[in-house]
């Protein structure tokens, strides 16, 4: 392999009994670790955080099953690609000769792209291994789950990662294998315990971190070096924090936030604000998502909630981030310390329930405006009473809801 190959492509795995992580998998005993041994890999779908082994897992999959390999990515191929993919596949099974089609980010083809493969699935002709970071359930057509299985790939443990590392630092062939000794370059343990923190389970990350920092030391006019926080800092040039705005998980860091707030949880809900601040996400969607929260579960135990949620947003407005950071973090503190209510939103829901289910229910004739003589003469405002004029007993008596939902109890 080559030396300009990136260390994380040269170090990737090629069997199981060197891959690192996915215990749940591909353990002792484990549902993959059988199917490999049996080779009896059926079609599925590898669903995971990025740098958690989807590829390498479907390639030590092919080797360890003798399949003929072919690999595609979702981002620059198409339905051309994918049926040259299966004329080959048909050959090597003329053959007697399996072959395993790895589409790369699968959840980025469109419905016709995945469907094209549909038919060479169900027949046998490929097994396919799809790799997404999205929840295939959004992502992936219902007709293409049902014809695969998915596997769950955990974030690898830090103590995974630092495994990794020194798998690198070690290997004489495609890693560092003593150059560290050999230059003079200095990796202790804290900085090591520092990059696996910083790279939230991501192996790839850690390596090209790790083959960087070696770099930039070497390059340096330092007899001795050593791979410091600051080296590493420098390496990575992010926080590397878990979050696309567009997936699953900005969907879960919300929902976080929105639960910690309605449970109370001061804390936690300023951590989760900026999880996604630190993320990218617009501090305008952040602050829709508080007014909604002031009426959903605030409501009328706490009437200054709403206000305080608006203004938050006309902050945000006004300023941007990242000063308005700290607008979003006295909202988030507010609704998570603010008494709650959810009559307003189970009113609302059950009021829309009603007018969904009943239809246009006839308005009451005495609530009806009156502007014409016509309309005055076939009832419309007849005994009606003004409230403000009207005696107790009469606004009792008087009834502002259709027929059929008299007495129909919204607010309790």
């Known amino acids: 392999m080559s030396i300009h190959t990136p260390l994380a492509d040269r170090m990737r795995p090629k069997n199981l009994?060197?891959?690192?992580?996915?215990?749940?998998?591909?353990?002792?005993?484990?549902?993959?670790?059988?199917?490999?041994?049996?080779?009896?890999?059926?079609?599925?779908?590898?669903?995971?955080?990025?740098?958690?082994?989807?590829?390498?897992?479907?390639?030590?999959?092919?080797?360890?099953?003798?399949?003929?390999?072919?690999?595609?990515?979702?981002?620059?191929?198409?339905?051309?690609?994918?049926?040259?993919?299966?004329?080959?596949?048909?050959?090597?099974?003329?053959?007697?000769?399996?072959?395993?089609?790895?589409?790369?980010?699968?959840?980025?083809?469109?419905?016709?792209?995945?469907?094209?493969?549909?038919?060479?699935?169900?027949?046998?002709?490929?097994?396919?291994?799809?790799?997404?970071?999205?929840?295939?359930?959004?992502?992936?057509?219902?007709?293409?789950?049902?014809?695969?299985?998915?596997?769950?790939?955990?974030?690898?443990?830090?103590?995974?990662?630092?495994?990794?590392?020194?798998?690198?630092?070690?290997?004489?062939?495609?890693?560092?294998?003593?150059?560290?000794?050999?230059?003079?370059?200095?990796?202790?343990?804290?900085?090591?315990?520092?990059?696996?923190?910083?790279?939230?389970?991501?192996?790839?990350?850690?390596?090209?971190a790790l083959e960087l920092s070696i770099q930039l030391i070497k390059q340096s006019d330092k007899a001795k070096g050593e791979i410091t926080k600051e080296v590493i800092d420098q390496a990575l040039q992010k926080s590397n924090l878990l979050y696309d705005r567009a997936g699953e998980e900005h969907y879960n860091i919300i929902s976080a936030l929105h639960k910690s707030m309605r449970g109370g949880d001061a804390n936690a809900s300023v951590y989760w604000l900026n999880r996604m601040l630190e993320g990218g996400e617009d501090p305008l969607y952040i602050a829709r998502r508080i007014v909604r929260f002031a009426s959903e579960d605030i409501g009328l135990a706490n009437s200054f909630a709403l206000p305080q949620a608006t203004a938050a947003y006309d902050a945000c407005r006004f300023i941007g981030m990242p000063e308005c950071g700290v607008n979003l973090t006295q909202a988030v503190v507010y609704m998570a310390k603010s008494k709650k209510s959810i009559a307003v939103y189970e009113a609302y829901n059950q009021s829309l329930n009603d007018v969904k289910e009943k239809g246009n229910l006839p308005v009451p004739l005495h609530l009806r405006n009156a502007p014409t003589k016509l309309m005055k003469e076939v009832g419309y405002g007849k005994g009606y009473k003004y409230t403000p004029k009207a005696s107790q007993d009469e606004n009792k008596a008087q009834e502002f809801l259709p027929e059929e939902l008299k007495d129909k109890k919204y607010i309790h």
Request: proline share 2%; aromatic share 6%; glycine share 6%.
């Open 17 to 208: 009994s060197s891959y690192v992580g996915q215990r749940h998998l591909v353990g002792e005993r484990k549902v993959l670790a059988q199917l490999i041994e049996n080779d009896a890999i059926c079609s599925m779908i590898l669903w995971g955080p990025p740098g958690t082994g989807k590829t390498t897992l479907a390639r030590i999959i092919a080797n360890e099953t003798q399949a003929n390999f072919v690999q595609l990515s979702a981002i620059n191929a198409g339905v051309k690609d994918v049926r040259l993919a299966v004329e080959k596949a048909e050959s090597f099974a003329r053959l007697g000769t399996k072959t395993i089609l790895f589409i790369d980010e699968v959840h980025r083809f469109n419905k016709a792209q995945q469907d094209a493969f549909l038919p060479s699935v169900e027949d046998g002709t490929i097994t396919l291994i799809g790799a997404t970071t999205e929840n295939p359930s959004f992502e992936i057509n219902n007709a293409l789950l049902s014809r695969t299985r998915t596997f769950v790939l955990e974030t690898l443990k830090q103590q995974e990662i630092i495994q990794i590392i020194d798998q690198a630092l070690t290997d004489t062939e495609n890693g560092f294998g003593g150059i560290l000794k050999e230059s003079k370059v200095v990796f202790k343990n804290k900085a090591k315990e520092y990059l696996a923190h910083m790279v939230s389970g991501d192996a790839r990350s850690a390596l090209n």
